[in-house]
């Protein structure tokens, strides 16, 4: 199986994926979460250790990059391949209003000629190969003909489709009529949507044999997920207790005590949702302070898994 990794800002950053590829491994590419350029050209301190080089050896990685100025794609494509990267993924999908009112992200998808103009541009230009990360419009499906249409006229690595409007965010159902459409042009795709759990994933392979899929929140929830699914062992608890610490003690070496539970809080919230009574579980973390933490932690990996981990929406 191709499996990827979702770029998920403050989460999927270098020390989740050095951490989860040693333990776990099972994935074919880990999408840096999207730096946004300016006319500044230059990378803010997060930017900058995320896509590190030395932060991300041996770790097949893409960088990912958020724009709307043709100009500052291409410079962040050249700064990508200073540093030794051989891909950039452009991503037009993320829904954050603070994103698209700056016609950023999906806000590019309200205007399809504009978005024709500017991948005009970067293709033209581009010193790397660009994949795409897409939603299937911003207000209606019938919006994603025409999006399709122009994905078309370039030479796409990849386009990842999440079968979702802008408007719907993460919530309602995915449409999957506009895949389906996607794969009768043969542009090489990626599916990315709702891949929570193992049986949520078997369905697409049934669906689509040889289809890659992009896992976000389902990965976070279960890194054992791509194991799975190649037809390995389940999740434990032990594992989880070794992939904490693993990642407690990464974090340690580069942030202080608040910062490290920040961290480690917003990702075991998604791990709790592998044992019994999951909602439960995640406020149980989710309430934490650096203080309790730790205590929390410990009654959490004393409970049950679930039969079938993975995200609870």
Known sequence: MDIRSAPLESLTDAVFRRVHHQLFGG????????????????????????IAPENNAGVPVVPQIMTRYPEHFLWAAQEM??????????NIGCPSGTVTAKGKGAGMLREPEALRAFLDEIFAHSPLPISIKTRIGFYAPDEWPALLAIFRDYPVKELIIHPRLRVQ?????????????AVQTGLPLVYNGDLFDLPACQALQADYPLMPMM??????ANPALPRQLGGGA?????????????????YSRIFPR????????????????C??????????????NPYTYHAAVEKLLLAPLRET????P
Do not use: W
């Not at 981990?309 to 609870?312: A, D, E, L, R, T």
């Open 309 to 312: 981990p993975g995200f609870v």
């Open 81 to 90: 391949q200073a540093r030794g990267y051989d891909e950039v993924n452009l």
């Open 275 to 288: 044992f019994e009574r999951p909602e439960k579980m995640m406020k149980l973390i989710a309430k934490t």
């Open 234 to 250: 389940a999740l434990t608890v032990e594992e989880i207790a070794r992939y904490h610490d693993a990642l407690e003690q990464e």
């Open 27 to 50: 994935v074919e590419k880990y999408y840096i979460p999207f730096v946004s350029p300016t006319s500044h050209h230059c990378f803010s301190p997060r930017e900058r250790r995320d």
């Open 258 to 273: 608040d910062q490290v539970h920040c961290k480690m809080r917003g990702l075991m919230k998604h791990v709790a949702c």
């Open 169 to 181: 965010f993460y919530k309602g159902d995915v449409y999957p009529e506009a895949f389906r459409q």
């Open 215 to 220: 896992l976000g929140r389902g990965l976070l």
